[in-house]
């Protein structure tokens, strides 16, 4: 039997988790933001001078390389949306395992209350 414990449990646990992958979203977003700022000013302004290369490899490149930590900041940040998201479906699922428990029991409920004995 579910008890009202547990499905508050398990509510309370959704939102935890998908406010957490809000949060992590809107880091994700500003790091996004503040790495296309750091490519730019890099182009234009770079430590001696724009970046300058013979060719677009070259260019990206130098780019990559000057905006690593950057990078790769997003990308810790991308890792832990990512885990963050599962931890959202898994709550999600076991809610929904709840709700169906619930729906089952009273299901149960009914048949038994209509004479058709224990199910």
């Not at 500003?30 to 890099?42: C, W």
């Not at 000057?66 to 959202?88: C, G, V």
Request: charged letters at 40%; a negative charge; proline letters at 1%.
């Amino acid at each position: 039997m579910v008890l009202n414990k547990e499905l508050k449990e398990a509510f309370d646990k959704v939102i935890e988790t998908k406010r957490k992958v809000f949060e992590i979203g809107e880091e994700e977003l500003t790091a996004r933001g503040t790495l296309k700022f750091r490519e730019n000013e890099l182009l234009l302004l770079g430590k001696e001078g724009p970046i300058k290369g013979t060719n677009d490899k070259l260019r990206d490149a130098q780019l990559k390389e000057q905006t690593l930590s950057e990078r790769n900041h997003l990308e810790s940040l991308e890792k832990e949306k990512r885990e963050a998201q599962f931890d959202y479906e898994i709550a999600r699922l076991n809610l929904e395992c709840l709700q169906w428990q619930i729906r089952n029991e009273q299901a149960t409920a009914d048949l038994e209350a209509q004479g058709f004995g224990e199910i």
